[in-house]
């Protein structure tokens, strides 16, 4: 039994949701460990599509304790509201989810200052999705955060909830923009909390019980390696730390306990937001991938930006990660292609590197170096195995793979559970 870390690869949207339904199939427990509701995990279950902000793909699966764990921040309005629609839907939660007691919690002054920060940023906007994440990190750092223990204790919380806003309000008046009606918000919130409050409990103790009971565990990341808020393509990522060793800080759990580290990686390269993206496609074929893939937003909506398979980012990402074992997703976007560009090197100033610059100006300089190869030139929407594969499809898969030396272990073909698939090229 293995415990695993999943991670993205690239700028996000790499299909992880999918990818970890697929592998909750035979775990026990699954934990997301940073990031918030920011993150927008799609799975589709026949005719149904399910978008996860905050609770683990795993409650798509029956039998799957999810944990929220400590490095995940939590908007209790939004968390509740995800509760609701998965009940809804038929989805069973009760006895199935716990929130880390030390999870920092997300206000609409959190969204209300992300929005502000932005605003006056102007051309040099990071991008964000305005849902207060960074700025709940922030209020982590500097001490004056609010933690999901706290909706246990009622007075407890609406004191600090209340001190918090009328900061936050001073810093909206001096600004000259509205400011948060308080009373209005509270009231939002002591509705809710009751109702999340019996979720909340020391999930370290949970995690490492399962762990020593030989429970199978995954880590589910959300956005990818490159939107890392130490090793992504700074300012332009998110604020928190989305490299497989973030499982360990933020979902309470010794390094020694991590068996397997999964990269996830698209068969091309998205992202969204501003930020450099070497390998980016403009024009006709960058719309021709961004509708082909329905590269959409989950969470905001925003269309993407679509380039190339890039090699050098993804290789330094393997080795920043420790993936060792790969999933690669939609790769039926490059059914309809003559020939496919995959980027295996950078010019940066007139001289060739093969290597991540860790200078985001830099990332922005640097010119792709790219080989093209064949297309496959039909469907491959219905394979399920490997020798099913066209001739031209198990070349392209296999030299990905050599070039960011890893091991590719599924191939996701389509959005539905059906269309993902483990394999063994070798």
Sequence with gaps: MANTVLIGLQWGDEGKGKIIDYI???????????????????VEIGDEKFILHLIPSGILRSKALCIIGNGVVVNPLSLHDEIDEL?????????????????????QYHCMLDGLFEKKLGDSKIGTTKRGIGPAYADKVNRVGIRAADLKHLDRFEKRFRAQAAFYNRIFRDAGVDELDVDAEWKKLSDVAPRVAPLVTDTVLTLNQMVKAGKEVLFEGAQGTYLDVDYGTYPYVTSSNTTSGAACTGGGIAPSRIDLVVGVAKAYTTRVGSGPFPTEATGEIGEYLRKQGGEYGATTGRPRRCGWFDAVATRYAVMLTGADSIAVTKLDVLDSLDKIPVCIAYELDGKRITEMPSDTEEIARVVPVYEELPGWKQSTANVRSWNDFPAAAKAYLQHLVELIGARLDIVSVGPKRDQTMSLNPA
């Excluded at 069973?92 to 997300?106: E, F, I, P, W």
């Design 87 to 107: 009940k809804r839907r038929g989805i069973k939660v009760d006895g199935r989810l716990q929130v880390s007691t030390r999870c920092q919690l997300v206000f």
């Design 24 to 42: 909750t199939g035979r775990s026990d427990v699954v934990v997301r460990f940073q990031g918030g509701n920011n993150a927008g995990h799609t």
